[in-house]
């Protein structure tokens, strides 16, 4: 007698290998236009700013996993005979240690929060960041840098979509900021192209590839995530820290 139950079950296998094969639902928020929604506060949870490579950990500095690629910064050679000084010398030279703008990619995983503005009918997305009222604009229709040379701190943006990822195109900085507090270094010709993937609601993939002719071999990339706040009434506060040298001076 036949086993009236084997044409069920396999049709159920095939039914599940089906559903298996079938990309998973995009449950990401979208904007009315469809392009993924960016709007909220963000933070890294790691220890780059510290050294964007792996480090131990010693007085003042949390040990951590570092954020680039292979671990390897393909500097030239006399690119690693300045790091080394910048290093021996990080509490003077370090741009943070002197309130100065911290640049890009720095600013994003600097330790502090900050917040994305995007809609539907603008020109330019904007992030503020809590680290000395630092503000950047993506500009998302004119995508043509500015005639230079220029030198910016935070550099000039460009932002496009490629599906689900916001591509942002950097350059026109200048020459003064770190990657971190361990004296990895840029010049004037750094090109940074960021890349912001919402992987769920509350997650997004944030990729950095690092282009310097001047001072790198290739060009090299970090990665992490950048984790969404959901506290109830969060908000940006302010780290003025200029006015941290001058409270002698104002009680």
């Not at 949870?45 to 131990?56: E, G, R, W």
């Not at 503020?128 to 229709?141: D, I």
């Not at 959901?230 to 002698?248: G, I, P, T, V, W």
Request: charged share 25%; with cysteine; glycine share 6%.
């Amino acid at each position: 007698m036949k086993n009236r139950y084997v044409p069920i079950l396999a049709a159920a296998v095939l039914s599940f290998a089906a559903a298996a094969q079938s990309p998973a639902p995009n449950n990401i928020p979208r904007l009315a236009d469809g392009k993924p929604n960016l709007n909220g506060y963000w933070q890294t949870m790691n220890t780059a700013n510290f050294d964007i490579q792996d480090h131990s950990a010693h007085k003042g500095i949390p040990g951590g996993q570092g954020i680039v690629e292979g671990n390897e910064i393909p500097y030239q050679p006399w690119a690693v005979e300045k790091k080394k000084e910048n290093y021996k010398n990080r509490a003077a030279l370090d741009p943070e240690s002197r309130c100065f703008l911290l640049g890009v990619p720095r600013i994003t995983y600097s330790g502090h929060p900050f917040q994305i503005f995007q809609g539907t009918a603008s020109d330019k997305i904007t992030i503020l960041y809590e680290y000395a009222h630092a503000n950047r604009f993506l500009y998302t229709r004119n995508l043509t840098h500015p005639k230079g040379p220029i030198d910016w701190w935070m550099g000039d943006s460009r932002a496009h979509w490629e599906g689900d990822t916001l591509v942002v195109d950097n350059v026109d900085f200048n020459d003064q900021t770190w990657f971190d507090e361990a004296g990895n270094f840029h010049s004037d010709e750094l090109h940074a192209v960021e890349r912001y993937t919402l992987t769920d609601a509350d997650h997004i993939n944030y990729e950095v590839t690092i282009e310097d002719s001047k001072v790198f071999t290739r060009p090299w990339k970090m990665s992490m995530i950048l984790y969404r706040h959901k506290e109830k009434n969060f908000q940006l506060l302010d780290y003025e820290c200029y006015a941290f040298d001058n409270e002698q001076y104002y009680p």
